[in-house]
């Protein structure tokens, strides 16, 4: 395990963070494991995705000395002076970022690098991240996204044969693609110097959303912080593993599966005692991909819960809403009473 043993100087510009009162929060032990290796992994995955939208993956195949690699890389680019992290933000959507999430007010407690998954597509401010760090940096992310992308691929695959969707690449050949619009995120959620109000107040670190692609593959060094949503409105914590994945469906995917599964709720609380640093992949399509509920899953129109739009149009409505936003409301051909309260409980 890896962290910043110094507190991060996040933007000064930014003075209010929002935060909580600490509250009784269940720590569950049955979030769901799949071991990717197990004969009955597809079942297991599809269940987790109808019951939580969320899981987590163990025996991945991902070597765990490069996810430590990427980590202290990302650490040794965290911990660099705030002015050289500067040059490479604000971020466009590419780039650093520091307590600022997107470009509708929503703060938190963190800071970031978002970097394109696509090698086709070029960023002046991704570029920038490099020139600030080693060359092993750039090695270590475009490696460790290489790795990812499978282990995505897998489970969508998986999950594909579970739900018994033909062909059976039919959500995997959408990240596969060499258009895919995918991305690493880098998340830092430092330690903080008032020790003493930390013990009062539990900050924001990244506010509670819904992610809008396909598939998120999440892994954080062994600090706590990660919560998701449950269906009656409880919030469960996510006991850490730095050396397992934890997989997130997202707004396409629930799209796609007609409401099947659900695309998860989630927040991060930072623990300013203790920093937490994670790394996501969003597995995205391109963006001209229609979304619409799987033919083989709903073969009638009049069945979809949902109108049809292309990944493009769901990422320039998702840009423009806030982080808590339900998003997909704007696409539902008929009310999701139920899902509509979960997600806005």
């Known amino acids: 395990m890896v962290v910043l ?11 209010v963070i929002p935060t909580y009162k600490p509250v009784p929060v269940l720590t569950s032990h049955s979030i769901p494991v799949v071991d990717l290796t197990h ?3 597809k079942t297991l995955i599809v269940k987790a995705c109808e019951e939580f939208g969320f899981f987590k ?8 000395d490069l996810m430590t690699r990427l980590e202290q890389e990302a650490v040794g680019f965290f911990a660099l002076p705030q002015s050289l992290k500067n040059q490479a933000g604000p971020p466009e959507p590419y780039g650093y970022g520091s307590k ?34 080693p060359l092993i940096f750039r090695e270590a992310v475009e490696e460790y996204m290489k790795e990812v992308k499978e282990v995505s691929c897998k489970v969508l695959g998986m999950m594909a044969e579970g739900l018994g ?40 670190g990244f506010g509670e959303h819904t992610d809008p692609q396909i598939i998120s593959v999440l892994r954080s060094n062994n600090t706590a912080g990660l919560q998701i949503c449950m269906k009656d409105g409880s919030w469960v914590a996510v006991p850490p593993d730095h050396s397992s994945f934890f997989i997130n469906v997202g707004d396409a995917l629930q799209v796609m599966t007609n409401g099947r599964f659900k695309s998860v709720k989630h927040r991060v609380l930072a623990d300013t005692r203790r920093s937490r640093v994670s790394m996501i992949y969003f597995g995205g399509p391109t963006l001209s991909q229609k979304i619409t509920p799987l033919p083989s899953l709903v073969p009638k129109q009049e069945d979809w819960l949902y109108k049809e739009f292309t990944w493009s149009q769901y990422k320039s409505s998702a840009y423009k809403s806030k982080l808590g936003d339900y998003r997909l409301g704007l696409f539902e051909r008929q009310p999701l009473l139920t899902h509509r309260s979960h997600v806005r409980d």
């Open 5 to 15: 043993s110094h507190p991060a100087a996040l933007d000064n510009h930014i003075s």
């Open 39 to 41: 004969p009955e992994a």
């Open 165 to 204: 969707i033909e062909p059976r690449d039919s959500l995997s050949k959408m990240v596969r693609d060499e258009k895919s619009d995918s991305c690493l995120r880098l998340n830092h959620y430092p330690t903080a110097e008032e020790e003493e109000e930390a013990e009062k107040m539990v900050k924001v």
């Open 100 to 133: 600022r999430i997107g470009p509708n007010g929503d703060v938190g407690w963190i800071e970031y690098i978002l970097l394109n998954a696509n090698p086709q597509l070029s960023s002046a401010k991704t570029s920038a991240v490099f020139s600030q760090s």
């Open 57 to 64: 993956v163990v025996n991945h195949g991902v070597c765990p």
